[in-house]
Structures are given as structure tokens and as C-alpha cells.
């Protein structure tokens, strides 16, 4: 690869000058070199592949067995998010994802609050997957306590990203092969089970089951799998390391979602129809259903194959892309002075924002030790997630409906307005079910983020962006 550059003309990436960060105010300290294929297995990572392993049981009984199409829907609703970030990363295509869209498109005190409601999302959900992953472990090895997993994880992780995007990169790839034959062996193992006639139902039960369809009930399950494809939005905080053209990092965006909606559909289909006690996971759920799915279909050895590869993909792979993009997001709000300076400060040789790479881990740590045995903190903080990222996702769709639009006057209807607002109407229908604990904290936060804004205008620091040239669409 090519050595990382300030200036367009001798930056790694074949970048013009039209899309570079310099035409956005900004100098290019990131290092460029990530192709269209690390993006999209970051996207994948990010997601998990194997993802419903964990929350297949709660998705079972919230979508009344109708598992595959709660997956089916969500990946729908999530697409119309998708496009919305492929308009704007077209745009703008730098660090900050929704911050920087909502301050570009829309104004830098709206930036400011979406970067703020947005970092709820992005500072919790290495915690989450922390703890799940430790909790995991902590089960099939005893003696070593959920906090010594915990600091294992976070320390590992912090390490490969402290080293660079490039170390982050490879990794990525050798987990998204280890998850992929994981999940191959499943449903080789899965579809034998059920050639042998250990399938129980209709064949199309998991997508459209009579007895217990109902709007209310499998849109509640939509809100569960959504959690599943947070993190394609993720590849958004990698634009300034990105080599290829601003085009693509939507595609990958995209692509990655399809992709991992499309496994998450076949595994689950697979799962519901070997589940051996579905009348019992109807009325419970239950953590471990996807686990005494696979002992059914191909003995205990498949069991603690899929839990131990469970725990590794969310603790290893899933936290440590996780990580990196928070720690881009607090740089981005960092170098417009939304945040303190000191974490906008990039690492001179491996090119990384080092000090909020740092502050990730610290507040993992530090939060994944205060619930590590608390039993109800994995789903507060999931449902904290959930509520940050789709309440950060609405200001997203007004975001290209008022850039393109009002400012730009497109007639692309479809991508400019219609899409947006079939994307804003489905997320704003999963805020307002969202729990009610989660609304409150969310709306705190929020409460939070407006104080702090009036507090920069008080002081005479009201948000502002670097001035920008024209970009060609």
C-alpha cells in the first residue's frame, strides 16, 4: 500500500480531489487503504453472520415462530436506512456517519445532537458485546471469572486497532471465514436433520404461520432482529480510509446488509424448523434455543460449536470493529471542537485516533465491569441500542430529503424523498414501541445533548462545520 498523505494529489487512495475531506475544510490524516472488499467484510463483521445464534429464542417467541420473516422485514426497513447512507456518504463522504451527514445536510447544531443521540448507539454496543461474549465464555470455563473475559477481550481488541485499520482489516477476514464455516457445518448438519425427518411443521411455518400471525406481533419481533443489522451503517465511519470512489462505500453499505440478511434468513429458517419444543419456546423464548436446536440436529459436539463461536464473533470480532467506529465518530466530533480536542489526535504512525480508541476501551471496561453481574444489564444496554441508533437513523432520512431536495432541488423522487420517508416512518414506528426504559434514557440523553448545545451557544461557541467547496454529484 501506499504511504498515508495530507494532500490529494499524492494520497494512497485513487481519489480526486472532488471527494477528498480537503474540499470539506479538513486535512486527509487517516490512512487510505481499505478496498471495497474490506469494507464490505467490515459491514459483515460488524452485523455478525451468525448473529440470531444468540437471540434466536426471543425472536422465535416475539415473532410467534415466524422467525425468518421477522428477519425478512427487518432487512427491508433497514434498506431504506441504507440508501439514505449511500446518498449521503456519496455526498460526504468522510468520518462521522450521521453526524456528519445531519451537520452537512441539514446544519451543525442538528450534527451535533445526531453525533450525541448516535454515540448512545456506538459507546454501548462494545459493552454489550463484551459482556455477552464474557458471559459465554464465563459458562464453558468456570474457573475464569466474566471479568478477567472481559478484560481479555477489550485488551486484545484494543491492541489490533491501536495498530492500525490495515491489522483491523486482515482480522476481519479471518473471522468472517471462521464465523462463515461455522454456520456452513450448521445448516449442512441442519438440512441432514431434516432429510431424516426431525423437522417439525410446515415447511414455510417460519416464514407465515395462520395460527399465530398477527401485524402487532411480528413488527414487535422486527424491533429484536433489527439489532442484528445495526453495524452496516458502520462502514460509514470509514470513508477517509477508504481508497476507493465515494460511490462505493454505499454499495458496500448495501451490500453487506443483503448479504447478512440473507444468512440470517436461511439459518433461521432452518433453526425454527428443527426446534423440538416449540410450544415451549412460544410461551418462554429462552437464551439457549438456537444452542438445544443444533444438540438436536447433530448432538451436544454442534451445541458447543455454535455457543463458543457465539461468544468468540461477539467478543472478538463483532467488539473490535465495534470499537473502531466509535473511536472514528469521536474523532470526527472531536476535530470540529463538539468534543474535547485531545481525542481528535491521530497516532503518527499507524494512523489511527489513538486517544479514542483508548477512551472505547476505557468506558467498556468500566461499564462491563459495573454489569458484569448485573442480569438484567445485557438487555437494558440492548435496548439502549436499539433506541440511540433508530432515533439517529430518523434525523439521518430528513438529512438527504433536506440536502437533495430543498437545498439541492432534485427530482429524484424515489431516492430523495420517497425512500427517506418509508425509511423515516418505519424506524419512527420502532422508536415509539421501543420499552419504555428505553425511551426514558434515551430522551435523557437526548434532554442531555440539547443542555450542552445551548451551553455552546451560551458561550459564544455555537457548532459550526469547516467551510466547503461545491462537491459534483
Do not use: C
Not at 254 to 264: E, Q
Not at 312 to 317: K, N, P, S, V
Not at 446 to 458: E, N, T
Amino acid at each position: 500500500m501506499s504511504s498515508p498523505s495530507t494532500t490529494p494529489s499524492s494520497s494512497a487512495a485513487p481519489q480526486s480531489a472532488a471527494t477528498g475531506v480537503e474540499r470539506f475544510g479538513y486535512q486527509q490524516e487517516l490512512q487510505r487503504s481499505l478496498s471495497f472488499t474490506d469494507l464490505l467484510i467490515y459491514g459483515l463483521i460488524f452485523m455478525v453472520p451468525i448473529a440470531p445464534f444468540g437471540i434466536f429464542g426471543d425472536v422465535f417467541q416475539g415473532s410467534g415462530g415466524m422467525v425468518a420473516l421477522a428477519y425478512i422485514i427487518g432487512m427491508v426497513a433497514m434498506a431504506f436506512t441504507a440508501l439514505s447512507y449511500a446518498q449521503m456518504s456519496k455526498a460526504f463522504p468522510m468520518a462521522g456517519s450521521v453526524y456528519t451527514y445531519a451537520g452537512r445536510g441539514i446544519g451543525a447544531p442538528v450534527g451535533f445532537l445526531a453525533g450525541w443521540v448516535i454515540l448512545l448507539d456506538y459507546i454501548l454496543v462494545p459493552t454489550l458485546l463484551y459482556l455477552v461474549a464474557s458471559a459465554a465464555m464465563a459458562s464453558f470455563v468456570p474457573a475464569i471469572p466474566i471479568w478477567a473475559w472481559l478484560i481479555m477481550f477489550i485488551v486484545f481488541n484494543t491492541a489490533v486497532n491501536y495498530f492500525g485499520i490495515q491489522m483491523t482489516a486482515r482480522m476481519n477476514k479471518i473471522m468472517l471465514v471462521a464465523q462463515l464455516i461455522v454456520l456452513a457445518i450448521f445448516l449442512v448438519v441442519g438440512v441432514i436433520a431434516l432429510a431424516q425427518g426431525k423437522g417439525h411443521g410446515d415447511a414455510f411455518s417460519p416464514i407465515f404461520d395462520s395460527s399465530t400471525f398477527s401485524g402487532p406481533l411480528v413488527f414487535g419481533a422486527v424491533s429484536v432482529a433489527v439489532l442484528s443489522f445495526l453495524g452496516f451503517d458502520g462502514i460509514s465511519m470509514l470513508a477517509e480510509e477508504s481508497r476507493e470512489d465515494a460511490r462505493k462505500l454505499g454499495r458496500a453499505m448495501v451490500g453487506a446488509l443483503v448479504l447478512a440478511g440473507l444468512l440470517f434468513i436461511t439459518q433461521t429458517w432452518v433453526a425454527a424448523l428443527l426446534a423440538p419444543n416449540r410450544e415451549e419456546l412460544l410461551a418462554n423464548g429462552g437464551d439457549n434455543a438456537f444452542y438445544d436446536i443444533a444438540e438436536y440436529a447433530g448432538g451436544p459436539w454442534l451445541s458447543v460449536l455454535t455457543a463458543v463461536a457465539t461468544a468468540i464473533a461477539w467478543g472478538f470480532a463483532n467488539s473490535l470493529v465495534a470499537q473502531a467506529a466509535t473511536s472514528r465518530l469521536l474523532f470526527a466530533m472531536a476535530r470540529d471542537r463538539l468534543l474535547p480536542r485531545f481525542l481528535g489526535k491521530i497516532h503518527p504512525k499507524h494512523k489511527v485516533p489513538v486517544n479514542a480508541t483508548f477512551l472505547t476501551a476505557a468506558v467498556s471496561l468500566v461499564l462491563g465491569l459495573i454489569l458484569a453481574n448485573n442480569d438484567k444489564g445485557i438487555g437494558q444496554i440492548a435496548s439502549l441500542i436499539n433506541f440511540g441508533a433508530m432515533t439517529a437513523f430518523l434525523a439521518l432520512h430528513v438529512s438527504v430529503v433536506v440536502h437533495y431536495v430543498v437545498r439541492k432541488r432534485s427530482r429524484d423522487w424515489w431516492r430523495h424523498l420517497i425512500a427517506p420517508a418509508i425509511g423515516f416512518l418505519i424506524l419512527l414506528y420502532v422508536v415509539i414501541n421501543a420499552k419504555v426504559a428505553a425511551q426514558a434514557v434515551g430522551l435523557t440523553w437526548l434532554a442531555i445533548g440539547v443542555l450542552i448545545l445551548i451551553g455552546f451557544i451560551l458561550m459564544g461557541r455555537r457548532p459550526t462545520l469547516p467551510d466547503e467547496t461545491e462537491v459534483s454529484e
